[in-house]
């Protein structure tokens, strides 16, 4: 079942281009010279419930402005978007009630208050009803561990802290969607770890649909199953990680050390070079697997070392991002 319908989605923005110098200045009063920026050309996608994914582009390429639409806070220049059925333009408060929002940069936590009591504050907001509200809390604080600092105001937590309590924030009131918009920005390798850990697990116990926005492709890898990549405003692409691996690096690589110099070929891999003992192989993962060749070309002559090299994952969408895609 789809929680999220978006349909021909496009968002312009106007822009009022200002003459300069005093001749500019004085022109301005009279005449205005108004363009628009599409920032969401006509896009159209669909998220099944349930289900994490990445939604991303280059800098200025239109995430902002689409989850600004689908959250309610921007009108759309044309278009339909529908969560759960109903239109965020038309009933903002229903939809807003099924959605939770987190900011990387950007706190949702009142500062001046303690942890604990910035909960409160949401469960009042929210109305969420005491039962739900002390279920959620015992569930989120099982995921979160919050409670050894429930008591600590929200400025002396650190990143991590902060971000562990801007997570359960905004599942308090058990939304359907979680918008996470670069959850793991600034954090150090552990604390990336455990929030990444904290995005599935609330994913698997909840059924929570999550849509992420992010520059660290790390996040993408271990948590989304599939992948929306926007640029100038238009999806290019659509799908798993791994078919758009499969279709920009088809080929892998195997550097083989033997014991001794030899050339050895094999019908299902190209021998891209051979340097005294080391052979390197280039071949297709869909074509057989490293572990055969291994094996055959061992039948041959002993192996001694053997390592594997695939692309890395910020060429592929180093590559994705510049529209160079084989189909
Ligand atoms: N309020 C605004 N008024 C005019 N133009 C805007 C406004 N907000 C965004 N834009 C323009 O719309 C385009 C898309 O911006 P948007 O913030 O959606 O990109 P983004 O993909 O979220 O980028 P980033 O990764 O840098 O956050 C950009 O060209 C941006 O300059």
Known sequence: MNIIEVSHLVKEYKKI??????????KNLFVQDVQYVRAVDDISFEVEKGDIVAYIGPNGAGKSTTVKMLSGILQPTAGEILIDGISPQ?????VVRNLGVVFGQRSQLN???????TFD?????Y???????DRNLRMLDEIFRFSEFIDTPVRQLSLGQRMRGDLAAAMLHSPQILFLDEPTIGLDVEAKYSVRKFIREIN???GTTIILTTHDLGDVQELCRRLIIINEGKIIE????DSLVDRIAPYRQLVIDFYHPAVIRHPKAEL???????????FKKDEITAARLIEDISHTAPIKEVGLKEARIDDIIRTAYSGNVPQ
């Open 121 to 125: 504050l949401l469960k009042r907001i």
């Open 127 to 133: 109305q969420i009803e005491d039962g739900l509200y």
């Open 238 to 241: 659509d799908g798993s990680l």
């Open 17 to 26: 281009k200002k003459e300069r110098g005093l001749y500019g200045a004085v």
């Open 204 to 206: 698997q116990r909840s």
């Open 90 to 94: 038309k009933d903002r408060r229903r």
């Open 111 to 117: 500062w001046n208050l303690r942890l604990g009591e």
């Open 272 to 282: 891209v070079s051979v340097e005294e003992a080391r052979a390197v192989y280039k």
